[in-house]
């Protein structure tokens, strides 16, 4: 079942520019991919930064961090890739959109100043009306302006699944055995380890 804005919003809970942008990049995908999704066992999704956009991309696809089928790469770009991981199948999307968005900062400091206690009732409001505005080009600019969309063959993703556990030895909480950490001949979690250098 095809998901609306509305959809997107209810499940985020909260109404922003990401969250529009993510809908339109969650729609592309799920379009794009087409038949590639009959079975979604197999789809995963990689995203390569942590915003708003993320939740959209859960909902649209239906790939959670609970499911282990939504894989947080890391780069720090706004973009985000749907995965047959059988076939190879893929589609990346990158948002340049981004690219000349409030390249002055401007928005930013409207944003910063209405959601602090001297903004007025007036400000708010006119700032509100500013994001609306801009959430309504998002959602209705056409796609070639807002992101590029390549398709790609990418290698299946690495399987997670169940894991072997064992104690640090510092803490003694149990820990996944390849995120241990050897540190002066004693295998600790990533907090602990933090501690220990921390401490030198």
């Known amino acids: 079942m095809e998901k609306t804005f509305d959809d997107v919003v209810d499940f985020h809970r909260h109404l922003c520019l990401d969250i529009a942008m993510?809908?339109?990049?969650g729609k592309a995908l799920v379009r794009e991919m087409g038949k590639e999704l009959r079975n979604m066992k197999d789809v995963f999704a990689v995203v390569e930064n942590e915003t708003c956009a993320v939740d959209a991309i859960q909902e649209f696809t239906g790939c959670t961090l609970g499911k282990r089928n939504l894989v947080l790469a890391g780069t720090g770009k706004p973009a985000y890739i749907l995965q047959n991981a059988k076939s190879g199948v893929s589609v990346r999307i990158y948002c340049r959109y981004w690219e000349t968005f409030d390249t002055d900062g401007s928005f930013g400091k409207r944003r910063k100043h209405a959601s602090s206690p001297d903004a007025t009732t007036e400000e708010q409001q006119l700032f509100q009306r500013e994001l609306n505005s801009k959430i309504k080009v998002i959602l209705r600019a056409p796609e070639e302006t807002l992101f590029t969309i390549q398709r790609v063959t990418l290698p299946a993703p690495p399987k997670v699944g169940?894991?072997?556990?064992?104690?640090c030895e510092v803490c003694g909480e149990h820990t996944n055995i390849e995120r241990l950490v050897e540190v002066d001949g004693k295998k600790l979690c990533s907090a602990c380890r933090t501690a220990a250098i921390a401490t030198r």
């Open 162 to 167: 169940k894991y072997k556990a064992a104690p």
């Open 22 to 25: 993510g809908y339109r990049v």
